[in-house]
DNA sequence: CGGTGGATTGAGCTCAATCAAGCAGCGTGG
DNA sequence: CCACGCTGCTTGATTGAGCTCAATCCACCG
């Protein structure tokens, strides 16, 4: 299976495919980093998901054969094992799991949109900031002496457009946590150095009582 | 396989199932509404969509086996064919395309709660509203000499867990759209008369413009 | 050292939530 | 058949969260 793959390197800026391309590769992440974004017509365009190294992505449009719903597109220079549809199908018809493993994917991430779309309907700013950064650290967070560094390139554009809000606003709150010691702000980096406290925060409707 | 279901019957305010419950059925609704809900702690629910006759429900998370993720409230008397995980795993063994069936049900799903993502995070609220009656009219119009009339008991409140608004705001806005005769509106009834001017509604960011 | 792109912060404004009242259609029971 | 009550709908007034614009600031890189 391995000898059928080839290796896709992407400059910064480039990308792997656009959505509602036909769903023909999928790809394992070796090196760098992906956003898989939303582009409306006429809108602005949504982050539904960062890509860190080791993860999958275009895999479920590739097996079962759709358009990929979503552009990637590299943030860094970026190195993937890629699997075009031949090899897929003879893949999957040889270990049937696969398909099975597939589908458990595409299942949970299905229930993490509904529940990204809940809090999106339903809770503020603040709370969708806050599970959104609880959510990357559970992805790519990296302990160390300081805290929990989320081990991403992460402007707060990039958190402004997953979680639904402008740039400033995240910027101003990010800004107001690091006063309160909740976390430490960086450029393109955000270290987490009060955990449980930012989960009470993302559950929490009223922000102003937990200062 | 007809022989293996069983009937369901739900009365108004009862339900199917609840969120988290093992996916154990999967239901044909016959007759009757159904919501489909999403309840977050705390937070207020969000209606993810609404189940008309002849419509599926359940099955995605029957077939794989996994957890329903949301709630199924029967709007007014129900009548659902069911079937049970043995009838459902024999009848996709016997017919596999069943299971490819599902997928493509599951992706298209997919895909729209996507665009209902995107929408919520950078449109206004009018925009959504105009798009999701759109929607609702495209599974469940029924055209008349008036024009076309969305065949739900659908109240403005279900519209504002659906658009993520609030139900005054939907009030307002349906009213308003009313006295431009774009639609008319009535108890838990909402009947377009210009589709093509609310398709546009849908399309524009700047919605004074066109009144 | 200047330039470039990200981040911060203030001021003003707007959209939509909330609160509060009252209205209207519909079903029920006297 | 009417009165009542229930539930859904409307509408006004007010408020506030978060958007937008604009002006810096800061870190990194050539």
Not at 72 to 100: H, K
Not at 142 to 171: H, Q
Request: charge should be neutral; aromatic fraction near 6%; include cysteine.
């Amino acid at each position: 299976m391995y000898a059928s793959a080839h290796l896709a390197q992407v400059e910064p800026g480039q990308f792997f495919f656009h959505q509602d391309e036909p769903g023909e590769t999928m790809y394992v992440l070796i090196e760098g980093q992906i956003k898989m974004t939303l582009l409306g017509p006429e809108g602005r365009q949504v982050l539904i998901r960062i890509v860190a190294p080791c993860e999958d992505f275009g895999a479920v449009s590739a097996i079962v054969g759709t358009p990929y719903p979503l552009t990637a597109e590299a943030v860094t220079r970026c190195q993937a094992l890629a699997w075009d549809q031949p090899a897929i199908t003879s893949s999957v018809e040889a270990y049937p799991t696969l398909r099975e493993n597939a589908l458990q994917v595409a299942v949970r991430r299905f229930h993490q949109l509904q529940a990204r779309f809940r809090e999106l309907a339903t809770e503020s700013a603040e709370q969708r900031i806050a599970r959104t950064l609880l959510r990357l650290a559970d992805q790519a967070g990296r302990s160390n002496g300081e805290g929990m560094l989320i081990d991403l390139t992460l402007s707060r554009s990039d958190l402004a457009e997953m979680t639904g809000t402008s740039l400033y606003t995240v910027s101003r709150i990010l800004s107001q946590w690091e006063r309160h010691g909740l976390l430490k702000n960086g450029r393109e980096k955000v270290l987490i150095r009060d955990l449980s406290k930012l989960t009470t925060v993302a559950k929490t409707p009223d922000t102003s009582s937990l200062i």
